[in-house]
């Protein structure tokens, strides 16, 4: 099992800054392509971003492309997402997770085996 604890969320303005950070609690972090995903009240589970084992490889969601940046220290069992220019649309629980596919950047939660408990990200207008 993969434990991820999610840290970094809370109130901030638009066009303001966060960062959000995930550790994981095991040495095979680095085996694992790593994503985060978000949830607004009363709607469904967002992909926003995901990067690869390696490092070498992310992928954004259109909404977020251009001002959100995923980025992994393996050393630290630990990956990380740069919220910048942010918009109240942008409010919602942030999740980080866990994916054992190495061969394509997974987008779909289906895809993630391990899931944090959250943090709270609002942006106020």
């Known amino acids: 099992q993969v434990q991820l604890a999610e840290s970094g969320g809370g109130l901030v303005q638009a066009r303001g800054s966060l960062r959000l950070s995930c550790a994981a609690s095991?040495?095979?972090?680095?085996?694992?392509?790593m994503g985060w995903f978000r949830q607004a009240p009363g709607k469904e589970r967002e992909f926003v971003a995901v990067?690869?084992?390696?490092?070498?490889?992310?992928y954004y969601s259109d909404s977020v492309k251009g001002r959100f940046t995923i980025s992994r220290d393996n050393a630290k069992n630990t990956v990380y997402l740069q919220m910048n220019s942010l918009k109240p649309e942008d409010t919602a629980v942030y999740y980080c997770?866990?994916?054992?596919?190495?061969?394509?950047?997974?987008?779909?939660?289906?895809?993630?085996?391990?899931w944090g408990q959250g943090t709270q990200v609002t942006v106020s207008s």
């Open positions: 997770a866990a994916s054992p596919i190495l061969w394509q950047l997974p987008h779909s939660a289906y895809e993630y085996d391990y």
């Open positions: 990067i690869n084992w390696s490092g070498i490889s992310t």
């Open positions: 095991t040495r095979t972090f680095s085996i694992y392509a």
